[in-house]
């Protein structure tokens, strides 16, 4: 369950990054959060658990996503423009219809992920371990896609 407390914190916008940067030893536990339609362009998400949560059709814009947990998260419909998400566990993430054209999405995991729809035009995945459902993903002038015959195991 996410931690009431940084999550009012998200819930006040950018002064979510001021705290971030005050407070570097705590890693934010928003797992399991509705934050769908929420805009969060632009925050510091890095290395935050957001598993389980609802980020359906949220502005994830510039959103430095590193190392993030993301775990069986609802990112359906998601714009991650220009957003950071090296690294980010993605494994048995909803990714329905979301936007990707970013340029950080190296390392990502998307093990089991179902990405049907999803705009994945012009993104780097340098390293990634991708597997099970496509559907209508659209993999226009990708950078560095590598199939991935085995990815480590977590």
């Known amino acids: 369950m996410a931690n009431i407390e940084h999550l009012r914190i998200l819930k006040k916008g950018l002064v979510f990054n001021e705290w971030r940067e005050q407070n570097p030893d ?29 980020l359906s059709w949220a502005d994830l814009s510039r959103a430095n996503l ?14 991650f ?13 909803t990714l329905e219809w979301v936007h990707f054209s970013v340029d950080r999405l190296i390392n990502p995991d998307l093990r089991e992920s179902d990405l049907n729809g999803a705009d994945l035009n012009r993104a780097d995945f340098r390293g990634a371990c991708f597997s099970e459902y496509w559907g209508r993903a659209a993999l226009i002038d990708c950078n560095q896609i590598r199939w991935v015959k085995k990815c480590p195991s977590n």
């Not at 959060?33 to 929420?38: I, R, T």
């Not at 590193?66 to 714009?79: E, F, P, R």
């Open 26 to 54: 705590i890693r934010p536990n928003l797992s399991s959060a509705k934050l769908s339609n929420e805009n969060l362009s632009g925050m510091n998400l890095s290395g935050v658990d957001l598993s389980w949560a609802d």
């Open 66 to 79: 590193q190392q993030a947990n993301l775990y069986k998260t609802n990112l359906t419909g998601v714009d």
């Open 81 to 93: 423009s220009g957003a950071n998400l090296r690294g980010a566990d993605l494994r048995r993430a």
